[in-house]
Nanobody, 121 residues
Framework: QLQASGGGLVQAGGSLRLSCAAS????????VGWFRQAPGKERDFVAG????????RYADSVKGRFTISRDNAENTVYLQMNSLKPEDTAVYYC????????????????WGQGTQVTVSS
């Protein structure tokens, strides 16, 4: 239902841009969040954005380095990741919901399959 892409292997200090594409039915009027899960750890909130794009929120660990944005005409949300660190290594997931805009993954209804981000030191 959601398609996440853009992951890869990058050196510390580098950048990647993740994309999350969805159908219009899912994307329309939805908030979208990015989450990540490192091996052996829980899935954590990274960033989220409202349908209008006027409001975004970030985990403290990525503030100032990551930027979330969306192109509603293209039904796509982006996560620009700069100054990447080895601790950013994880599988990144995007999720959408028409009613919820928050940090708890439990409440997001629609999910993508995840894209691997690996940051080498």
């Amino acid at each position: 239902q959601l398609q996440a892409s853009g992951g890869g292997l990058v050196q510390a200090g580098g950048s990647l841009r993740l994309s999350c594409a969805a159908s219009g039915r899912i994307f329309s009027n939805s908030a979208v969040g990015w989450f990540r899960q490192a091996p052996g750890k829980e899935r954590d909130f990274v960033a989220g954005i409202r349908w209008s794009g006027a409001s975004a929120r970030y985990a403290d660990s990525v503030k100032g380095r990551f930027t979330i944005s969306r192109d509603n005409a293209e039904n796509t949300v982006y996560l620009q990741m700069n100054s990447l660190k080895p601790e950013d290594t994880a599988v990144y997931y995007c999720a959408a919901d028409h009613r919820y805009f928050g940090v708890n993954d439990y409440w997001y209804r629609y999910w993508g399959q995840g894209t691997q981000v690996t940051v080498s030191s």
